[in-house]
């Protein structure tokens, strides 16, 4: 039972950040950049946005050090030229793929009123799947959301900035991601991205309690 959990879990997981990408795809696509189009990047076949780091190794390593899962897929490249109003655009774009992660969490969080999954505890292995995507997508959207490149919330602030700031952001690579994780060792840092969590999980309708027992009941049925 706990690999057949794992084994859904890790692929809805998977799904939650090819969502993400597809939603930046389409949305540059609708807004007059079809790069993405071009490369077959709006389709929900998971492997062209399969990145082997990203959407690999990292959640399973992050799964096995931290008890839940980080990771992405493959970055969409946006034309931002192409766009037809392309500062508008571009934050249009940027926002698509982290509220397609809040998208995905309201509809397991409203799911889980349904009497028809059973009971709602987190002994119940539908529950506690559906939890466990809850936290995870709304996890990915603040994660997301934070103004350090390469994260989405860079692409947001940088038509703001001063340009010399502007293409210093823009010419940040990948190493971006380790200064964010960098940041949640701050203990202030990481009680803010709680309570974000916690404000977006009891704004469906679920107790704070039942999130803490979810998260143990998942850390509990780890094999590892």
């Known amino acids: 039972m706990t690999i057949v959990f794992f084994a ?53 390593a992050s799964t096995l050090l931290g008890g839940y899962a980080l990771g992405g897929a493959k970055p969409v490249p946006v034309n931002v030229a192409a766009l037809r109003h392309p500062h508008r655009d571009d934050i249009l774009v940027t926002l698509a793929g982290p509220f397609s992660n809040v998208a995905i969490a309201i509809f397991f969080g409203l799911l889980m009123h349904l009497p028809l999954f059973g009971e709602k505890t987190a002994e119940n292995p539908a529950m506690l799947l559906m939890g466990m995507l809850v936290f995870t997508n709304i996890a990915l959207a603040i994660f997301n959301l934070l103004p350090i490149p390469p994260l989405d919330g860079s692409h947001v602030i940088r038509p703001f900035l001063p340009r010399p700031v502007a293409e210093i952001y823009r010419h940040v690579g990948f190493e971006g991601y380790f200064l964010a994780v960098a940041l949640f060792q701050i203990p ?33 049925l780890r094999p590892w």
């Open 8 to 60: 859904i879990y890790f692929f809805l997981f998977v799904m939650s950040f090819v969502v993400h990408e597809v939603a930046h795809a389409w949305v540059a696509d609708r807004c007059g950049d079809s790069t993405a189009r071009s490369l077959g990047r709006i389709t929900l076949n998971p492997i062209p946005h399969i990145d082997p780091f990203r959407s690999i190794l990292l959640p399973i």
């Open 188 to 220: 202030a840092v990481s009680r803010t991205f709680a309570s974000l969590i916690i404000g977006c999980w009891t704004s469906m309708g679920h107790s704070r309690l039942f999130l803490v027992e979810i998260y143990e009941a998942f850390l509990r």
